[in-house]
């Protein structure tokens, strides 16, 4: 086992570590021919860095940080801005699935240990994903029910505070050193597991497991090989 107390929970990001994350096709499939191909990755990588801009301020719902985020680089790149647009790619957000491997390695883990998403998804959005997932959950929580996204630290502060547990109790499990475990790590969670999909650098020096491979998590966790 990769740490040295079992934990009393594993909680995991979902969108990007859990659920294949698959905003920017959504994006491309709503505007159509309406976004050039010649800005299409800029418009892409701003509508990106907005959303996380919009998740630092005051709550508000996860359709109005789609919306904010793609009016904001429509008027940055010369864009033609339609609600129905953000709308529509909200809406394609409860059809995205998981990765490969991640139903099987998330029913392994449930034989041991009590799992726990936290997520920036709204509540409806959360449990329709979770869901996607095909494996037992002992509490989704959302954005919505904590009033604040993940990187504000009160989000991992809240998980703490309706699990009932010390930092020291838990394992948290994300693909993202920016959203989850720069403020999982300021909060006092010292095991994280980082799951390294290719989308943002490696912040070894956050003191957690790098995995690039979902069925290694039960393994790290101290289950044996199938």
């Not at 494996?135 to 703490?160: N, T």
Request: proline share 7%.
């Amino acid at each position: 086992m990769g740490f040295d107390r079992k934990p009393r929970f594993v909680t995991f990001d979902m969108n990007g570590t859990l659920i294949q994350f698959r905003i920017n096709d959504a994006i491309r499939e709503v505007l159509g021919d309406r976004l050039p191909p010649e800005i299409a990755d800029d418009f892409l990588q701003a509508c990106k860095a907005y959303r996380i801009d919009e998740c630092m301020g005051d709550y508000k719902p996860f359709h109005q940080i789609v919306a904010d985020s793609m009016e904001r680089a429509s008027r940055r790149l010369g864009l033609d801005y339609r609600e129905d647009d953000a709308r529509a790619v909200y809406d394609h957000v409860p059809t995205f699935g998981p990765y490969p491997g991640v139903t099987e390695a998330l029913n392994r883990l449930a034989e041991a240990y009590p799992l726990v998403i936290v997520t920036n998804s709204d509540t409806a959005h959360a449990l329709r994903l979770a869901e996607n997932l095909k494996a037992p959950f002992e509490d989704v929580i959302s954005a919505e029910e904590m009033g604040v996204y993940k990187p504000r630290l009160r989000a991992f502060e809240y998980m703490l505070d309706k699990l009932g547990s010390t930092p020291d109790e838990i394992v948290h499990v994300s693909a993202s050193p920016m959203y989850d475990h720069r403020s999982a790590a300021v909060t006092g969670i010292r095991n994280k597991v980082y799951v390294d999909r290719g989308f943002e650098h490696d912040e070894s020096w956050l003191g957690y497991e790098r995995i690039t491979d979902i069925a290694d998590l039960p393994v790290l966790l101290g289950l044996p090989r199938p």
